[in-house]
C-alpha cells in the first residue's frame, strides 16, 4: 500500500457512512462518518446504484451495512461499559476511518489509533478537510507491521502497560496469518488488568455450502490484493483465549448481533436472511 486507506477500509467507511442515511431504525450513530469522507447525502445515495463498483457493491447491500454497523455498535459499547468501570486507556487496532476518537467527550480517556502510516496520512488529510481537530486524548501511532513492531511502537508513547485498557480490533483478524492473530492476542493479554478485546473474526465453513459462499467472498478480496488467511471455529477461538488467560467470553454471529439491535425476534424472516449472508462472520468480546 503506497498512498491512501486499504479498498477494505474506505468500504467499511462509506458503509458506516451510508448506514447514516439509508437505514431505519439506525444501529450505530456516527455525526462524522459523512463529513470524514467529504461526500453528501445525494453523492452516497449515487455511489449505492453503482453496484459494479466493488465500493458500490459494498454500500448497496443493506446486510452488510448492518453487520459494520453492529460490530462498530458492540465496540462502542463495550468501551463505554469499560470506561464506566474506570479504564483509561483505547487501542484501536487497524483504525482505518474510525471516528470514535472524535465523537470522544470523556477527557480523562486516552485513545490510541493504531495503523498502516500511509492510510493514517491520507485521514489526516481527510480530517484536515473535514475541519475535525485531533483532540489531544488522540494518539495517532503509525505501525507498519511488515517492518515494524506493535509493541515497540505503541510503549513509545504514552500508553500504559501497566494500566488496564481495551483493545478494538474490527476487520483485520481475517487479513493475518493465524500465528500473527494468536501474537497480537497474545499481546493485549499481557495488558494490566481487566483488559478487554472486541473483534470480530471468520468462522470456517463447515459445509459446501459456506466453503462455497466464503470462497468467492476470499477471491473477490483477494483480486483487489487483500487475501483472507485465518478461519477459526469458535471453540478454537476460545481454547486460545482461554489459554491466555481471558476469562469472560462473548461470542456470537453476527447476524445474532444484528438482529438484537433491531429488535427481531428468532424466528423473524429477516433473521434468516442475515443468517445466509452473513453465516461466517462473528463478533467477540473477551475480557481477563
Do not use: C
Not at 196 to 218: C, G, I
Amino acid at each position: 500500500m503506497d498512498k491512501g486507506p486499504s479498498r477494505t477500509a474506505l468500504a467499511t467507511a462509506y458503509a458506516r457512512a451510508y448506514h447514516q442515511i439509508a437505514d431505519q431504525p439506525m444501529i450505530f450513530s456516527d455525526d462524522l462518518a459523512v463529513p470524514l469522507l467529504g461526500v453528501t447525502a445525494d453523492e452516497l445515495t449515487e455511489l449505492s446504484t453503482r453496484v459494479g463498483d466493488q465500493i458500490g457493491a459494498v454500500i448497496n447491500d443493506r446486510d452488510r451495512r448492518l453487520f459494520f454497523a453492529a460490530r462498530a455498535r458492540v465496540a462502542e459499547d463495550a468501551v463505554a461499559a469499560a470506561v464506566a468501570a474506570g479504564t483509561r486507556q483505547v487501542v484501536i487496532l487497524g483504525a482505518g476511518l474510525d471516528t470514535f476518537a472524535y465523537r470522544n467527550h470523556n477527557p480523562g480517556l486516552r485513545v490510541f489509533e493504531i495503523d498502516h502510516p500511509a492510510t493514517q496520512a491520507w485521514k489526516r488529510d481527510r480530517l484536515a478537510a473535514a475541519g475535525i481537530d485531533i483532540p489531544a486524548t488522540l494518539t495517532l501511532v503509525p505501525v507498519d507491521f511488515e517492518t515494524q513492531d506493535l509493541s515497540a511502537e505503541l510503549e513509545s508513547t504514552a500508553f500504559t502497560r501497566t494500566e488496564p485498557a481495551i483493545f478494538v480490533w474490527l476487520g483485520v483478524i481475517f487479513y493475518l496469518t493465524p500465528s500473527a492473530a494468536r501474537s497480537t492476542l497474545q499481546y493485549i493479554a499481557g495488558q494490566a488488568q481487566p483488559v478487554e478485546v472486541v473483534f470480530d473474526y471468520l468462522h470456517s465453513p463447515s459445509t459446501e455450502a459456506d466453503r462455497a459462499d466464503l470462497q468467492a467472498r476470499a477471491e473477490r478480496l483477494a483480486a483487489a490484493g487483500e487475501p483472507f488467511h485465518s478461519y477459526f471455529t469458535p471453540t478454537e477461538i476460545t481454547t486460545l483465549l482461554r489459554t491466555l488467560g481471558f476469562r469472560i467470553i462473548d461470542d456470537r454471529p453476527g447476524y445474532d448481533v444484528v438482529a438484537a439491535y433491531l429488535g427481531e425476534g428468532s424466528s423473524d424472516g429477516g433473521e434468516l436472511e442475515f443468517a445466509r449472508v452473513l453465516q461466517a462472520s462473528r463478533i467477540l468480546r473477551a475480557r481477563r
